[in-house]
Nanobody, 120 residues
Framework: VQLVESGGGSVQAGGSLTLSCRAS?????MGWFRQTPGTEREGIAA?????????KYADSVKGRFTISKDNAKSTLYLQMNSLKHEDTAKYYC?????????????????WGQGTQVTVS
């Protein structure tokens, strides 16, 4: 399974950005994580990609970020609104085949290379 993220960049605080992740073989559950240097990877959103589309969010992004999917394009999205300086991080797409879909890093087997988001 290969995951390729895109859409990162620099944006001013209060702005918006949309990340995309194309999967070579979409898995049951796909999610978004982020990491800043010297910190652990933080799970921020997950979605049942091949079934119900049920979503889950970390409290830190609830109401500002939206995870969505396009099954026909095998693509996962993360719409980020009202961006804050503390949202600056490298954002990763991840996927897992198992039944449980949550924002816990250890659940995921497949990872993209990441895309940088910088909020100034």
């Amino acid at each position: 399974v290969q995951l390729v993220e895109s859409g990162g960049g620099s944006v001013q605080a209060g702005g918006s950005l949309t990340l995309s992740c194309r999967a070579s073989t979409p898995q049951r559950c796909m999610g978004w994580f982020r990491q800043t240097p010297g910190t652990e990877r933080e799970g921020i959103a997950a979605i049942y990609f091949t079934t119900t589309g049920t979503t889950k969010y970390a409290d830190s992004v609830k109401g500002r970020f939206t995870i969505s999917k396009d099954n026909a394009k095998s693509t996962l999205y993360l719409q980020m609104n009202s961006l804050k300086h503390e949202d600056t991080a490298k954002y990763y797409c991840a996927a897992r085949a198992g039944d449980i879909c949550a924002v816990y890093e250890t659940l995921y087997s497949y990872w993209g290379q990441g895309t940088q988001v910088t909020v100034s």
